[in-house]
């Protein structure tokens, strides 16, 4: 029947976003609706205290040698019910069938404590229907909605209408002899009398309250999975391309399309393994992968510690940028120091099967622009320019030189000869360029 119900709601707010969702996203939506179970636990306990501060400083009309008084009696049995309640959500043991009771006892609960007036108050049972606490039957169905499912809604909708339709059929049926019937509306307001027309009116008031919101939960649901689905998406995705490109492509007026740069001084490192593929020449297929994410990884932390970013990886070769997307200061200073720890932690560490690596690096800092390339259905973010080709070609420049780092002049002046052991080489022409650059080598140990 729920399941019927859902489906057709749904189909009033269009098309489902899909029909089979991965694991990954339901665990995120039911994580959501465990932390709104909490929300509902807690706002319910506040109704009770609600409820009984009003109980309590409101005056008795009662006689004083009442026996028993329900309402006290009441509100502790909802008290109790909603601390159980609200320790099981706290654990995340809150199974549908428990909703679905809690959902029930919530309403039964509501109309029993107004049920209870007539005789809290000595007063013909007509007397309750004129409680103004019904109002709080449309806060407990909108409660409903925290959890983003219209079964739940429904429910608690078509027990509050049930439950109300009950309580009228009793106060007409309780005295044969004096159903207590009028059609006169000032009757009705000025003495205990029943207007059917105005008890209709609060239940259909219900159905059209809970309707409605079920329509609203249902298209909201949509847009929660659609948010989930692209969150969840856009999380994994933005392991393929740099953080701050996914933030600059989320916070963009327009949609990110190819040809979008961005035009800024960076220093730019280019490494490459040595001999690298001798060594994957002794590898299986799965060492080679350990091997070289170990080595990613590594590499990797020594330059995001200091603001640069990873650009792209090109076989076992790594592109990096410092200032670029992201402003960076003491760029050209941040990426040499990246570039002295990479070699330290090579020298250091082993990896795969107990290899140890050594790498190229190439420094060298210019105007690049940074922008998407590709097509319109596939992109990927890089860095362009002449200096970052030289930045290729000073890495390649070590296997001539017999060198671990190179880096240009501009490089050095931006941070200051004397910073680090630079020893200058002098004007060298590397390949693919006309213009002959002067080139240092950073001295460290081999």
Same mark, same amino acid.
């Given at each position: 029947?729920? &399941?019927?119900?859902?489906?057709?709601?749904?189909?009033? +707010?269009?098309?489902?976003?899909?029909?089979?969702?991965?694991?990954?996203?339901?665990?995120?939506?039911?994580?959501?609706?465990?932390?709104?179970?909490?929300?509902? /636990?807690?706002?319910?306990?506040?109704?009770?205290?609600?409820?009984?501060?009003?109980?309590?400083?409101?005056?008795?009309? !009662?006689?004083?040698?009442? &026996?028993?008084?329900?309402?006290?009696?009441?509100?502790?049995?909802?008290?109790?019910?909603?601390?159980?309640?609200? /320790?099981?959500?706290?654990?995340?043991?809150?199974?549908?069938?428990?909703?679905?009771?809690?959902?029930?006892?919530?309403?039964?609960?509501?109309?029993?404590?107004?049920?209870?007036?007539?005789?809290?108050?000595?007063?013909?049972?007509?007397?309750?229907?004129?409680?103004?606490?019904?109002?709080?039957?449309?806060? !407990?169905? &909108?409660?409903?909605?925290?959890? !983003? $499912?219209?079964?739940?809604?429904?429910?608690?909708?078509?027990?509050? @209408?049930?439950?109300?339709?009950?309580?009228?059929?009793?106060?007409?049926?309780? %005295?044969?002899?004096?159903?207590?019937?009028?059609?006169?509306?000032?009757?009705?307001?000025?003495?205990?009398?029943?207007?059917?027309? &105005?008890?209709?009116?609060?239940?259909?008031?219900?159905?059209?309250?809970?309707?409605?919101?079920?329509?609203?939960?249902?298209?909201?649901?949509?847009?929660?999975?659609?948010?989930?689905?692209?969150?969840?998406?856009?999380?994994?995705? =933005?392991?393929?391309?740099?953080?701050?490109?996914?933030?600059?492509? =989320?916070?963009? $007026?327009?949609? @990110?399309?190819?040809?979008?740069?961005?035009?800024?001084?960076?220093?730019?490192? !280019?490494?490459?393994?040595?001999?690298?593929?001798?060594?994957?020449?002794?590898?299986?297929?799965?060492?080679?992968?350990? +091997?070289?994410?170990?080595?990613?990884?590594?590499?990797?932390?020594?330059?995001?510690?200091?603001?640069?970013?990873?650009?792209?990886?090109? /076989?076992? @070769?790594?592109?990096?940028?410092?200032?670029?997307? $992201?402003?960076?200061?003491?760029?050209?200073?941040?990426?040499?120091?990246?570039?002295?720890?990479?070699?330290?932690?090579?020298?250091?560490?082993?990896? #795969?099967?107990?290899?140890?690596?050594?790498?190229?690096?190439?420094?060298?800092? #210019?105007?690049?622009?940074?922008?998407?390339?590709?097509? #319109?259905?596939?992109?990927?973010?890089?860095?362009?320019?002449?200096?970052?080709?030289?930045?290729?070609?000073?890495?390649?420049?070590?296997?001539?030189?017999?060198?671990?780092?190179?880096?240009?002049?501009?490089?050095?002046?931006?941070?200051?000869?004397?910073?680090?052991?630079?020893?200058?080489?002098?004007?060298?022409?590397?390949?693919?360029?006309?213009?002959?650059?002067?080139?240092?080598?950073? %001295?460290?140990?081999?």
């Amino acid at each position: 029947m729920w &399941a019927q119900l859902t489906k057709y709601l749904t189909s009033l +707010t269009g098309k489902p976003v899909r029909a089979k969702l991965p694991q990954r996203v339901l665990d995120t939506i039911r994580a959501q609706q465990e932390d709104s179970e909490i929300l509902v /636990g807690w706002l319910q306990l506040g109704a009770v205290f609600v409820f009984g501060l009003l109980y309590t400083v409101a005056p008795k009309t !009662f006689s004083e040698d009442v &026996a028993f008084e329900p309402v006290p009696w009441v509100l502790l049995v909802y008290f109790i019910f909603t601390v159980i309640r609200l /320790g099981l959500a706290h654990q995340r043991r809150m199974p549908h069938w428990l909703i679905y009771l809690s959902v029930v006892a919530d309403m039964v609960l509501l109309l029993g404590l107004i049920w209870s007036f007539h005789l809290q108050y000595e007063q013909p049972a007509s007397f309750y229907l004129k409680a103004p606490t019904l109002l709080y039957v449309f806060i !407990f169905i &909108a409660l409903r909605a925290l959890h !983003f $499912e219209v079964r739940f809604i429904a429910l608690s909708g078509i027990v509050a @209408a049930i439950g109300w339709s009950l309580m009228v059929l009793y106060v007409i049926t309780i %005295d044969p002899n004096d159903p207590m019937i009028t059609r006169n509306y000032v009757e009705y307001m000025t003495s205990n009398s029943v207007l059917l027309g &105005a008890e209709f009116d609060k239940i259909i008031s219900i159905i059209m309250v809970t309707l409605i919101l079920s329509v609203a939960i249902a298209r909201a649901r949509q847009l929660l999975i659609r948010s989930v689905v692209e969150s969840s998406a856009a999380h994994e995705l =933005a392991r393929f391309v740099p953080d701050q490109v996914v933030r600059q492509v =989320a916070n963009a $007026e327009e949609l @990110a399309a190819p040809g979008q740069g961005q035009v800024s001084d960076a220093t730019i490192l !280019f490494i490459d393994i040595e001999q690298f593929t001798t060594i994957g020449e002794t590898l299986t297929p799965q060492q080679l992968i350990t +091997t070289l994410n170990e080595y990613f990884a590594a590499v990797a932390e020594s330059i995001e510690t200091r603001g640069g970013v990873i650009n792209q990886f090109q /076989g076992d @070769a790594i592109l990096a940028s410092f200032n670029l997307p $992201e402003a960076t200061t003491d760029h050209a200073l941040k990426g040499v120091e990246a570039a002295l720890e990479i070699h330290q932690t090579l020298a250091d560490r082993r990896f #795969g099967d107990d290899l140890q690596l050594k790498a190229r690096i190439g420094v060298n800092s #210019g105007q690049v622009v940074g922008g998407l390339v590709g097509t #319109g259905k596939r992109l990927s973010y890089t860095v362009h320019g002449d200096d970052v080709n030289l930045a290729a070609r000073l890495e390649q420049l070590n296997k001539q030189e017999g060198t671990r780092i190179l880096v240009s002049e501009t490089t050095v002046d931006l941070i200051g000869a004397d910073r680090f052991p630079f020893r200058r080489i002098g004007e060298v022409t590397v390949r693919g360029k006309h213009k002959s650059a002067v080139v240092y080598a950073l %001295d460290v140990a081999y």
